[in-house]
Structures are given as C-alpha cells and as structure tokens.
C-alpha cells in the first residue's frame, strides 16, 4: 500500500478525495492543511493529521518524509467573489507549490499531483456566452486569469520542469468549477452553484420573492460535480505519461439557466436582482473533454441537474439546522 500525502485536506476536494481512499481501505494517509482541524470540512481522527503552513519549507519537508504519493490542493482560493479581491494571497500559493515540490525531490517521493484550473486559460477565448470548449493547448500564449491563473499557470510550468529535469513524475489536471456536498456554501469563498442555490433555499424559507445575482446572468459556465472529479483525478493521476488535462464538464449553462434548474429543484420560483457591479470574471467558459477521453478515457457523468439536486438537499440540510459552514465543521469534532 502506498504512503499518501494530500495537501488541502481539510479543502473541499482534498476532504472528498481522503473519503474515497478510505472506502478504498487505504489507510496511510497524511492529511496537511493550514486550517486549525476544527475547520476542515471532512476529519478522520485515524489518520496522521497535520495542521500547518506549508508556505514554510520545513513543514513540507516533515510531511513528505517517506511518502510515495503527494496530492497538492492546498492554495488560497475560492469563487469570483474571493479571487477578484485577493490576488496576491492566491499567487503567494506558489510558495506551497514550490516548496512541496523540492521536498519531494528531496525525499524521493514518487509521484505528485497538481491541482491547477481553468483559470489559467487565455482570456482572449473567453470573451463571449457560450464559447466553444477550451482545449488544453488553449493555455497559450499565456494571458490567464489575474492574480490565481498566474499563480497555477506558473506552478503548472515548474511541475512540467521538476519532471524533465529532475525526474520527479507530476500530473496535473485543470478543474473546470467544481461543486457539490461538504463544500463551502457561505463566508465569501463560495462558487456560485452553491451561492445561488443557498440565495434560493433562503427566499424559499423566508418567502422572499427576490435574490441578487451577479452580473447580468448571461454568462456562461459548465460545472463539475465533485464525484466526476474525484474519479477524474484518479484517472489523471495513474496515467502513464506526464501530462495536462482538462477535468469539468461539457454542459455549459448561462448563470440564469442554472437558477431555472435550482428553481426547479426548489420547487419555488424567484425574481433576479442583477448586480452589474458584483465580479464577474471571464463571460464564458467551458471545457472540451476530447483530450482528455482520447487519451484516459475520462468523461463527466453526472448531469449539471443531478448534482445540483445533491448539492441543493445538503446545503439545505445545513441552513434547517441553523447551520454555516464554520458551525458545519465544528460540529463533527465537537459531536466525537
Ligand atoms: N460566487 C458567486 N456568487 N458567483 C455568482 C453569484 C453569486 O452569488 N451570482 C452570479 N455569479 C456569477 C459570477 O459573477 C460569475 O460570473 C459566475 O457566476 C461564476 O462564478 P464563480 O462560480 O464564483 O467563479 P468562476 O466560474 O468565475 O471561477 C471559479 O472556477 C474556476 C475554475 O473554473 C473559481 O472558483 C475559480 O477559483 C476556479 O479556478
């Protein structure tokens, strides 16, 4: 059984990806994250649990100590909301990609994947609602999202060198918005298939007929549920070759698309209070999968209304209960 490191644990995919080595009966897993342990959204108290800075050396150093896998999620991201305001704390994750990188030179481990996104795409191909699908090659010449397309553009650059020269075998896959359960909902950080689905379950609750959306809703996404992109990093990361890959969803949807389908799924219909002014980010995106199913036969499976209807019910669950997604966290330690 191979020795696992997953940075970002305590993250939304870092967490969903520990589950699934668990149910897979993997149990040498260490999970790192900077979040004190009480905020992680998964916590599996049989496992090495680690809270620290991996911007520090020496932390990624002791954690990847006789370790053979490394899974890199830990960076400082979110949504729109966040990224648009924040971008030089998401480029100073370059540190954690650095570092983790020369430890895992230095221990010899084995094999390390990256978590980039298609934020690193050229803004030029984004400039209109339903734009075809960006294919891999489209991240050049380089014009990526400011601030945090930089930053994973840059960190992509430096996996593909430690490989060639140093023989450190890297993976990296691009994540296309990827949402769904035991994610954040609330607090700033939230991507909008949760926002718009909390804004909805909220007017439903409190019989309020209107919610605020951002910008004029016609912009365009496609959204990956997060079992398609566990499965999707899984199948990325056991490739043979060093490579980069698209991992999302080919369904895209203009933002009021999407809330007609949460409308749906609510049961309750609501006005849309559009807010020019709120970030916005790229006016279309979506990922063309052919790449990546010629070359590793991945595919998203779950319809955009499937994982929503997933999505919908927990966060729904969270707010019956009087819940955020801090008091959400707490309460799995504080219920052991
Ligand atoms: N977050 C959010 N909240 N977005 C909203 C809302 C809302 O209430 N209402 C409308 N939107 C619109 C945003 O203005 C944006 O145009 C679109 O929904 C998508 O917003 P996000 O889901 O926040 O982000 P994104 O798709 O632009 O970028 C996300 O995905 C990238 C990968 O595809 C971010 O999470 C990036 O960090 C990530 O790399």
């Known amino acids: 059984m191979k020795k696992i490191l997953v940075c970002g644990a305590g993250g939304f995919i870092g967490g969903h990806l520990v589950s699934h080595f668990i149910e897979k009966g993997n149990t040498k897993i260490i999970c790192a994250d900077i979040k004190p342990k009480n905020f992680w959204f998964q916590f599996n108290d049989n496992l090495e649990n680690h809270c620290l800075d ?4 020496d932390n990624a150093l002791k954690v990847t100590q006789d370790v053979d896998y490394i899974f890199n999620f830990a960076c400082n991201m979110g949504g729109m909301g966040f990224i648009e305001n924040n971008k030089a704390e998401c480029m100073i994750s370059v540190l954690v990609n650095t570092n983790l990188l020369r430890a895992a030179k230095e221990n010899n481990c084995e094999k390390y994947f990256f978590s980039s996104s298609a934020c690193v795409y050229n803004a030029s191909k984004q400039k209109n609602s339903f734009i075809s699908g960006l294919k891999e090659t489209d991240a050049y010449p380089a014009d990526p999202e400011d601030g945090y397309g930089w930053e994973k553009l840059f960190s992509e650059r430096m996996c593909r060198h430690f490989t060639e020269d140093f023989g450190l075998e890297t993976r990296i896959a691009r994540y296309h918005n990827i949402y769904g359960p035991l994610g954040t909902f609330d607090g700033g950080r939230e991507k909008a298939p949760a926002a718009l689905c909390r804004k909805i379950i909220q007017a439903k609750k409190n019989n309020s007929k209107s919610i605020d959306v951002w910008g004029d809703g016609e912009q365009t996404r496609s959204f990956l549920y997060i079992d398609d992109c566990i499965k999707g990093t899984l199948d990325v990361f056991n490739h043979s070759e060093q490579d980069i890959f698209n991992i999302g969803s080919e369904e895209q949807v203009s933002i009021i698309q999407m ?17 020019l002014d709120k970030p916005k980010g790229v006016r279309g995106r979506s990922s063309d999968n ?3 199913t010629k070359k590793i036969g991945w595919k998203s499976e779950n319809t955009l209304k499937e994982g929503l209807t997933k999505t919908y019910k927990w966060i729904e669950e969270q707010i019956n209960s009087g819940s955020n997604i801090d008091k959400f966290c707490r309460s799995k330690i504080d219920n052991k």
Do not use: R, T
Not at 54 to 57: E, M, R, V
Not at 263 to 270: G, H, L, S, Y
């Open 54 to 57: 991996l911007k520090d050396y």
């Open 290 to 292: 052919s790449y990546v």
């Open 259 to 275: 809330i007609e389908m949460i409308e749906e799924i609510a049961d309750f219909k609501v006005d849309k209070n559009y807010q």
